[in-house]
């Protein structure tokens, strides 16, 4: 499975952003997309994820009501919606994708993207 994602850029506090991950190769009869991200000297953590099967959506409590995951099947395309953005999303955003997982944050990620910049100033 190959991933792409995009649409990271500069955007000002309160802003909103919509990132995306194009999905290719290999598929699975159920898997996972999740969207991580790192910021500088932090470690990479869970921001949203979704189960491509039945839509089933999980977030982080620190971005819950501002981030809506999504995916369009037709497109094999996963999205993330970032609005009220924070100088704190300021990050690296992955997006991976889990086969036979559900989204959830601990399910075993076995293939990422090659991460797009979000920067917020504030």
């Known amino acids: 499975v190959q991933l792409q994602a995009s649409g990271g850029g500069l955007v000002q506090a309160g802003g909103s952003l919509r990132l995306s991950c194009a999905a290719s190769?290999?598929?699975?009869?159920?898997?996972?997309m999740g969207w991580f991200r790192q910021a500088p000297g932090k470690e990479r953590e869970f921001v949203a994820g979704i189960s491509w099967t039945f839509g089933t959506t999980y977030y982080a409590d620190s971005v819950k009501g501002r981030v809506t995951i999504s995916r369009d099947k037709a497109k094999n395309t996963a999205y993330l919606q970032m609005n009220s953005l924070k100088h704190e999303d300021t990050a690296v955003y992955y997006c991976a994708a889990s086969a036979y997982g559900s989204g959830v944050p601990n399910n075993k990620y076995d293939y990422w993207g090659q991460g797009t910049l979000v920067t917020v100033s504030s």
């Open positions: 190769g290999r598929t699975f009869s159920s898997y996972g």
